[in-house]
Nanobody, 123 residues
């Protein structure tokens, strides 16, 4: 069973930064591609960023490209999302997810999910 626990959410002003972390309990963490998704009130869960098994390949949603950075540390079973230049439209619950595929942008391909962490950007 794979379990994911996110942390690092909070309240930040427009233009500020936050760093989200996700600790994954998996026998072999490097077997999983990892992703971050977010869901704002009244909206569908959307893709934010993804990283492949060994951290060499990454994908980003157009809305966060150049502002967010996804990374992973396979020695610590951790994936992180550094969020800079935050905007009010980044306000959402952020979810960490794991997929058995190398790297995926579709939430339908993710098998395991964390409980989410709230990010609120005040304008």
């Amino acid at each position: 069973q794979v379990q994911l626990v996110e942390s690092g959410g909070g309240l930040v002003e427009t233009g500020g930064s936050l760093r989200l972390s996700c600790v994954v309990s998996a026998q072999i963490f490097s077997d999983y591609g990892m992703g971050w998704f977010r869901q704002a009130p009244g909206k569908e869960r959307e893709f934010v960023a993804a990283i492949d098994w060994n951290g060499e390949d990454t994908y980003y949603a157009d809305s966060v490209e150049g502002r967010f950075t996804i990374s992973r540390d396979n020695a610590k079973n951790t994936v992180s999302l550094q969020m800079d230049s935050l905007k009010s439209e980044d306000t959402a619950v952020y979810y960490c997810a794991a997929t058995v595929w190398q790297i995926e942008t579709s939430r339908l391909q993710y098998d395991y999910w964390g409980q989410g962490t709230q990010v609120t950007v005040s304008s």
